[in-house]
């Protein structure tokens, strides 16, 4: 006879966690101090590999060229699969960390670049190879299969696809269910989660303008792409004021507006790099679709010579939680934390490509949020209206407190996947 969504199970799981501790956060320490940008995660899915092989996993790597894959079978029950993303940005840290990355590295693009894990990916990778550990040494309380998996090229949209591509779906067993996590600010010790969206769907642009370049005292000879360029800007401002009901979401962000190499010569081009997030489709295609005719608006208003080039740069799908799922990873967590460590978050607008395993195989997939910030400093800041004057990911001060979040997140992959294996 068994049963599922024990919490004795996770008990006795989790009863060494504290012992391993000091490993997990030598670990974290060192992965945080050697970034690697992504597709280029060979040390770190080393470092995975070798783990996961210790821990007495049958490990296969290079799988969408950095991913790897630990199984680890463990009598008849379901198929858990367990994922954490690895890679780092090309952002320049700037915590003041004593293991702070001084990491520079050059990008696909082949421009040399800061590269800093400010987006948490290296605690992902410690949660896992405490979680993939601790359920290898207590094999005798549950039964089923773990799948842990370790993703190469979160940030950019590839590395999920990748995996896949190579073979993800053939050459390893179906999961009954794919669970992830992302540390997020909140407090630390709390776990955050809800069904339905639980991440954006992600579309970023680069857009070409197109001028006539000209001696800065002679504007009249010119067809300026630099005022193209901030029409452009300003204009598409007005799609989620102006376009968008107020009962859906969405976000039109420009994160890049080149033009130029010197203040008295007007250039014939000008580039303008955007992203977009969105929770529904028929927001994400009218959103798309009011760019594609404001930018080539104000090209055909400025008299621009050729249309302007409308390239994308990566997509990310919308990340649902299937919800009878998620009701079972809810019902875990309240069983096994205190009630004021689970709570209930609406949709982020941040972006995943987790949401593609779960599709690819055509199983539940639940994703959920750790919190990272001291308790104390997130408490005064909610309490000053100051939330949003806390680091939050992908910035150069962001860093999560070490304790209790490695703990926490160790405690929320064990819980989520004894969820769904057989304990005695």
């Known amino acids: 006879m068994t049963k599922y969504t024990s919490t004795k199970g996770a008990t006795a799981v989790l009863t060494n966690v504290r012992n391993l501790l000091p490993d997990l956060e030598a670990l974290y320490k060192d992965i ?65 960390l004593a293991y702070a990355s001084k990491v520079s590295a050059e990008d696909a693009e082949g421009n040399a670049v ?22 290898s040494q207590t094999r005798g309380a549950w039964k089923g299969t773990l799948m842990a998996v370790f993703q190469p090229g979160e940030e950019t949209a590839q590395g999920a696809q990748a995996m896949i ?28 989660g809800s069904a339905g969206p639980i991440t954006s769907a992600a579309d970023s642009l680069q857009i070409r303008l197109f001028g006539r370049g000209a001696h800065g005292s002679m504007p009249q000879a010119s067809i300026d792409p630099v005022v193209m360029a901030a029409s452009v800007v300003l204009r598409l401002q007005t799609i989620v004021s102006r376009e968008v009901a107020a009962t859906d979401a969405a976000v039109v962000t420009v994160g890049v507006l080149q033009a130029g190499t010197k203040e008295n010569v007007i250039p014939d081009e000008a580039i303008i790099k955007l992203n977009v997030r969105t929770f529904d489709a028929g927001v994400r295609k009218h959103v798309l679709d009011a760019i594609e005719r404001i930018v080539n608006a104000e090209a055909e208003a400025s008299g621009a010579p050729r249309k302007p080039e409308i390239t994308p740069l990566d997509r990310y799908p919308l990340n649902v939680n299937d919800e009878t799922a998620s009701n079972r990873i809810a019902a875990a967590f309240r069983g096994y934390f205190s009630p004021d460590r689970v709570k209930h978050t609406g949709p982020a607008p941040a972006s995943e490509d987790f949401g593609c395993f779960g599709t690819a195989w055509q199983v539940p997939s639940v994703f959920w949020f750790v919190g ?10 909610k309490a000053a209206g100051k939330l949003n004057e806390l680091p939050v990911n992908h910035s150069p001060q962001f860093a999560p407190v070490l304790h209790p979040t490695l703990e926490t997140g160790v405690e929320t992959l064990v819980v989520g996947a004894l969820a769904w294996l057989a304990t005695t």
């Not at 199984?71 to 954490?84: K, S, Y």
């Not at 591509?165 to 955050?192: E, I, N, S, W």
């Not at 990272?372 to 800041?381: K, L, Q, R, T, V």
């Open 32 to 96: 945080h101090a050697h970034p690697e940008l992504s597709m280029q995660e060979t040390r770190t899915a080393g470092i995975a590999a070798e783990r996961l092989k210790k821990a007495g996993y049958e490990v296969t790597t290079g799988v969408g060229k950095t991913g790897v894959v630990g199984l680890l079978g463990n009598g008849e029950g379901p198929t858990v699969m367990l994922r954490a993303d690895m890679d780092a940005l090309p952002i320049a840290e700037n915590t003041g």
């Open 114 to 135: 800061p590269v800093g894990h400010m987006c948490g990916h290296d605690m992902h990778v410690a949660w896992l190879v405490g979680a993939a550990t601790l359920l």
């Open 165 to 192: 591509d190579d073979g993800l779906l053939k050459r390893f067993p179906t999961p009954d269910v794919v669970l992830g996590q992302h540390v997020m600010v909140g407090p630390a010790g709390t776990v955050a």
């Open 372 to 381: 990272g910030n001291d308790p104390g400093i997130y408490s005064e800041a």
